[in-house]
């Protein structure tokens, strides 16, 4: 058991190097300086009318910032799920709370 903790702390490193995690870090700090697409992001949030909703986040996906930031995000995201798919057959779990 011990091999398996081990190689996933290294994969865990690994990855904290990886480009996907320098390039999510990165567009997120500019998102994060950005007040305006900030801003957006809150409206987003408070929101309840979908038409509404839909037409804010194409205004945000405008923005290429925001766009990679996704990218990344949704890369990490996918990367994840096969993790936790892993973990559930392994564990015989129906949760997704290894990670």
Same mark, same amino acid.
């Given at each position: 058991?011990?091999?398996?903790?081990?190689?996933?702390?290294?994969?865990?490193?690994?990855?904290?190097?990886?480009?996907?995690?320098?390039?999510?870090?990165?567009? $997120?700090?500019?998102?994060?300086?950005?007040?305006? %697409? &900030?801003?957006?992001? @809150? #409206?987003? /949030? +408070?929101? =309840?009318?979908?038409?509404?909703?839909?037409?804010?986040?194409?205004?945000?996906?405008?923005?290429?910032?925001?766009?990679?930031?996704? $990218?990344?995000?949704?890369?990490?995201?996918?990367? %994840? &799920?096969?993790?936790? @798919? #892993?973990? /559930? +057959?392994? =564990?015989?779990?129906?949760?997704?709370?290894?990670?």
């Amino acid at each position: 058991m011990s091999e398996i903790i081990d190689a996933t702390y290294k994969f865990l490193d690994e990855l904290d190097k990886s480009k996907l995690i320098e390039n999510l870090t990165k567009y $997120k700090n500019r998102l994060l300086q950005d007040k305006q %697409i &900030l801003s957006k992001i @809150k #409206q987003t /949030k +408070k929101t =309840t009318d979908n038409s509404m909703l839909i037409m804010m986040r194409k205004e945000l996906y405008s923005n290429k910032n925001y766009q990679m930031y996704m $990218k990344y995000y949704n890369e990490l995201s996918f990367i %994840i &799920l096969k993790i936790n @798919k #892993q973990y /559930k +057959k392994y =564990t015989s779990t129906r949760e997704h709370n290894c990670i």
